[in-house]
């Protein structure tokens, strides 16, 4: 079941209705009361890269209150969003962390001095606890109360930092022991070759040694010689124990090509 809050606005504008994409059901319905807010705007300008449509036009909204002068971009590539951003010289982005790229997003805004906040739903600790490591300077939920949002926004362009040093360095703690277990998980891929990962990879597409063998252009003896490579060294006994412990591990093709410093976040 969906939950709004309501915003009254002034009377020459229609009522807003702001949807949460979160969990509220154990929250009830209340209206949001913004007066206060218009006795004392924000201002600035705030891009928003969100690449679901509806929390980032909700967040706009929330931020029109306060007089907050914003532009969305849903841009799947990076570079665009970058040329978005520059383009419309914020005081301030916020960035969902539920986009695929929101960690190279930030690391590359910040290192250009542009703000960056994460807006999270909750359930990724870990990707945010990257993006504050990328440069962010904090994180709003949500499930938060309006007036948190603003209040993050309105220290951000202040240039105050949202986290406390201690909840910081619990973030950054996480993320490391994250990292760890990942790098655990992941350690007996590490021995394989390149072409070994390549192959292993297309078994986990569920193509077969033959047609791996045609689309690689080699015999089908190489690939099965490959293949018994592969099961050696991750030390299981069939083609299906091999691609279960890759998925089971979060592996990838990519995965040995990762920077060690990335790997897991």
């Known amino acids: 079941m969906s939950h709004a809050l ?3 606005v002034a009377p020459s504008r229609a009522d807003i209705f702001v ?3 979160t969990n509220l059901a154990a929250q009830p319905v209340r209206e949001f009361e913004p007066a206060h807010i218009a006795d004392a705007p924000i201002g600035g300008r705030v891009v928003i890269v969100d690449q679901m449509a509806l929390m980032a036009e909700s967040l706009a909204l929330v931020l029109h209150t306060a007089e907050v002068t914003t532009s969305i971009t849903r ?12 383009a419309f010289d914020p005081d301030l982005v916020l960035v969902g962390a539920t986009n695929a790229d929101a960690v190279d997003a930030v690391r590359t805004l910040t290192r250009s001095g542009v703000k960056v906040v994460v807006v999270t739903d909750g359930t990724d600790r870990i990707r945010v606890a990257a993006c504050i490591e990328a440069g ?3 994180a709003v939920a949500t499930s938060d109360p309006v007036d948190t949002l603003l209040n993050a926004v309105r220290e951000t362009v202040a240039g105050r930092r949202l986290l406390s040093p201690t909840t910081e360095r619990d973030l ?8 760890r277990d990942h790098a655990m998980r992941l350690a007996k891929f590490q021995n394989l070759s390149n072409r070994e990962s390549e192959v292993l990879w297309a078994l986990m597409l569920g193509k077969s ?3 791996i063998a045609e689309e ?10 490959q293949i018994k490579a592969i099961l050696r060294k991750l030390e299981v006994n069939s083609q299906l124990a091999a691609v279960a412990l890759a998925y ?3 592996w990838t093709r990519e995965s040995f090509r990762t920077p060690a410093s990335q790997r897991g976040f």
């Open 19 to 21: 949807v949460a994409t």
């Open 136 to 138: 962010a300077t904090g």
């Open 248 to 250: 089971q591990a979060g």
């Open 6 to 8: 309501k915003v009254k």
């Open 216 to 225: 690689s252009y080699v015999s089908i003896a190489t690939i099965r010689s």
């Open 172 to 179: 950054l703690g996480e993320l490391q022991l994250h990292r």
């Open 209 to 211: 040694a033959s047609e």
């Open 75 to 86: 841009e799947s590539s990076l570079d665009a969003v970058v040329r978005h951003v520059r």
